[in-house]
């Protein structure tokens, strides 16, 4: 028996490749794994009304870890409309897998380090080397939305809030409610993971994300009980800034900044924001960390438009097996994957078009691997 049993993900658009890429990186390294492979994606809402099927659930509860490619998501509508004919009828509602199984296995840490590898012609600037952690599992992607908004809500809300008023004149479809909801566990949990993170890897500072002059329930209970963790950690320091100055002061001086904790949503912008500083969602891998399971990706999307022409960058998913062989405590090995990366960006000699030139996929995982 292999010492390791990984899910295989691939998704669907560019997943397929990048993954493939992946395995030519984890082949030559020679890990003791058993890659199994799960069914994933636009495909199986399409045909069976269900991107994640039962099956997928119960094989990543058998597994030591997953590497997950990318999966295309279409506004609820629209991924109505490309069900089966057969499935029409049912009143199905898409629901990204990948927030799903964030969900379900309660992936709470969204890991994404963003780091300058040395020579990258698409680094903004040498040297940054900035670790974000988002939360990953409430949040305005709770999932408890309303559209058109029950009568029943806007009675209770007109009841309980002054503000509503203003909204409880309209017809239920002239508006939305989209829940943020954030949970006192949830927001201590991500800010300990962010300072222990520190403290382990000799980081200075933590930077608490949040927009709390503004979203005063939620984004206050985030920074108060931020504030309340990091009295824990006199060791590292912490400041915070508003979601909108931190974009701003990311991109004026990002050395200012060490490791960023954020509700999810900021984290998800402020993780493409800091992805393209150090070459664009090529790079930009990331890890979704529960206490039994986690699961690697690369922070991109399925991309539509390249898939199947061996095009796009697979450094990021490689990186994501390399912070997948951390999680499992192959540090030499992760250790070696990185090297590898590092050394084919300096080089600069194998690029794909994101970098300017014309290699593909395959190739640039081979040229990593062929330094390994
Ligand atoms: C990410 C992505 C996902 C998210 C999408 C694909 C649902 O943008 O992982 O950053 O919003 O979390
Ligand atoms: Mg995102």
């Not at 070459?279 to 991309?303: K, M, Q, R, W, Y």
């Not at 250790?335 to 640039?364: F, L």
Request: with cysteine; aromatic share 8%; net charge neutral.
């Amino acid at each position: 028996m292999a010492k390791y049993r990984i899910a295989w993900l691939p998704g669907d658009g560019v997943g397929v490749e990048v993954l493939d890429a992946a395995k030519i990186v984890l082949e030559k390294l020679r890990l003791d794994a058993e890659y199994v492979s799960g069914d994933i994606g636009w495909e199986y809402w399409r045909r069976e009304g269900d991107a994640l099927p039962p099956r997928t659930i119960e094989l990543l509860k058998n597994v030591d870890a997953a590497l997950f490619g990318a999966i295309t998501s279409k506004p609820a509508k629209a991924a109505a409309n490309e069900l089966a004919p057969e499935l029409q009828r049912n009143a199905l509602v898409y629901r990204s897998p990948i927030v799903r199984m964030r969900q379900l296995f309660d992936l709470y840490v969204c890991l994404r380090p963003t780091k300058a590898y040395p020579g990258n012609a698409l680094n903004f600037k040498e040297g940054i080397d900035l670790v974000i952690f988002r939360e990953n599992t409430e949040d305005l992607y709770a999932g408890v939305e309303f559209g058109p908004v029950p009568p029943e809500l806007a009675s209770t809300l007109t009841k309980l809030s002054k503000r509503f008023c203003a909204f409880a004149i309209l017809a239920p479809d002239d508006y939305a409610i989209s829940c943020k909801i954030n949970t006192r566990v949830g927001c201590e949990r991500i800010v300990r993971a962010a300072f222990e993170f520190a403290r382990k890897f000799g980081r200075k500072k933590v930077t608490v994300v949040h927009k709390a002059n503004v979203v005063r329930a939620t984004d206050g209970l985030f920074l108060d009980r931020a504030k309340a963790v990091a009295k824990q950690f006199p060791d590292i320091a912490m400041d915070e800034a508003n979601i909108d100055a931190m974009t701003m002061w990311l991109l004026k001086n990002p050395f200012n900044y060490d490791v960023l904790v954020a509700p999810n949503l900021y984290g998800d912008i402020i993780s493409d924001l800091c992805a393209q500083m150090v070459g664009g969602l090529g790079f930009a891998c990331s890890a979704n960390i529960g206490d039994n399971l986690a699961v690697f990706e690369p922070t991109h999307g399925s991309a539509p438009k390249y898939a199947g022409q061996n095009k796009v960058n697979p450094i990021a998913t490689i990186l994501a097996a390399k912070m997948m062989l951390e999680w499992l405590g192959e540090t030499e090995k992760a250790h070696a994957v990185e090297g590898a990366v590092a050394e084919v960006i300096r080089e600069q000699q194998v690029r794909t078009y994101d970098m300017s030139g014309s290699n593909t996929t395959t190739e640039m995982a081979a040229a990593i691997a062929a330094k390994l």
